[in-house]
Structures are given as structure tokens and as C-alpha cells.
């Protein structure tokens, strides 16, 4: 999967996904979105999303990318 299969809106709410307790909740189509992408799943605990493995792969190569460009 790239970076070029999720929207803007898509890839920002996946980006606001953090993990921290201050971490913005995306929209519930997009957050339905992004699990049924395997890149989000709900965390037990608090009930709000966070990055899978897969997530966070993404994120970090779209952060390297506009590191390095």
C-alpha cells in the first residue's frame, strides 16, 4: 500500500492518530476507513484508535520522504 491510496483527509486523520492522550479522533468515516485499510485498530483501553503496525510503517516513509525531499 502507498501513501497515494488515502486522501488528504485520510492520511491527516491518520496522522493525528498519535497514541498520545491529547491525539485528535478523525471523522467515523474515516476512521472506519482507515481500519477497514488494516492501519488503525481500537485500542481497549480508551476506545479510540491507534496506528497498527502497518500505520505507523506509513506514516514514518511519508515523514522520511519530506525529510529527505
Do not use: C, W
Request: proline fraction near 4%; charged fraction near 30%; aromatic fraction near 2%.
Amino acid at each position: 500500500m502507498s501513501g497515494h491510496d488515502l486522501s488528504p483527509d485520510e492520511f491527516a486523520g491518520l496522522l493525528a492518530i498519535d497514541g498520545t492522550m491529547g491525539q485528535r479522533r478523525p471523522s467515523t468515516e474515516i476512521e472506519i476507513r482507515l481500519r477497514s485499510l488494516g492501519l488503525v485498530e481500537r485500542n481497549g483501553l480508551s476506545r479510540m484508535p491507534i496506528r497498527t503496525r502497518r500505520g505507523d510503517d506509513l506514516v514514518k516513509q511519508h515523514t522520511r520522504a519530506r525529510v529527505a525531499g
